[in-house]
Each structure stands twice: as structure tokens, then as C-alpha cells.
């Protein structure tokens, strides 16, 4: 089961602490094989300082000006590289763990 890779897409703008939490509620389930894809809409409350700092081959990140939550959610589309993908905010930072719950628990793979 730990071969089905998930992405998981946040959007962000000017939410740091948000992202914080969701970021620890990630790396905090005992599912691995993710990958963190944050689209930041180029957030000036050190969101993008923090992203500069984050080096490890599960996450990529993207900070630029965008043209809403929509346009934001649009661009990470071409960085998933899985087919199970739920997209989560900030502001629900437990989310992850319903994502992680439902692989953990639920042994059919989603179909294309």
C-alpha cells in the first residue's frame, strides 16, 4: 500500500502560521509517501521565506502573484504526479488526516 503516492496541494497567501500547522499535521502521519505541493500566492508575512528554507524531495513550492484562489489551485495541476490529490487550505490544517486515514484504512486504489 505505501507505493500509492499522494500529493497534497495547499494555497496560500499571507498565511504563514496556517501553513505551519498544516505542514506539521502532514509530516506528522505515519503515511510517507506524499508529496507537498504549496502554491503561494506571493505572500509578504514570511510565508515566502519559510518556502526558501524548505529543502527535502517531498515538497515543491511555487510563490507568485496570481489572480485568485482558482488561478492558484489551476497552476498546481501541472506539479501533481499522482492521482489521489486533495487539496487543502490553511485554515484546515486537519484535513491531511482524513487523507492520510482514508489510504491508511482503505486498501482500493481510486480509479483515473
Not at 496541494?9 to 498544516?22: D, I, Q, R, S
Not at 526558501?52 to 485568485?68: A, F, H, I, Q, V
Request: net charge neutral.
Amino acid at each position: 500500500m505505501d507505493d500509492i503516492r499522494i500529493c497534497i496541494v495547499t494555497v496560500v497567501k499571507n498565511n504563514l502560521n496556517g501553513l505551519l500547522e498544516t505542514r506539521v499535521s502532514i509530516e506528522q502521519q505515519e503515511y510517507k509517501n506524499w508529496r507537498h505541493i504549496i502554491i503561494d500566492g506571493d505572500s509578504t508575512d514570511g510565508t515566502k521565506e519559510y518556502l526558501k528554507r524548505l529543502c527535502d524531495k517531498n515538497t515543491l513550492w511555487l510563490s507568485e502573484p496570481d489572480n485568485g484562489i482558482y488561478n492558484a489551485m489551476n497552476k498546481s495541476l501541472s506539479l501533481i504526479d499522482s492521482f489521489f490529490s486533495p487539496i487543502c487550505q490553511p485554515e484546515s490544517a486537519s484535513k491531511p488526516v482524513l487523507v492520510f486515514t482514508w489510504i491508511r484504512y482503505d486498501n482500493r486504489v481510486p480509479s483515473r
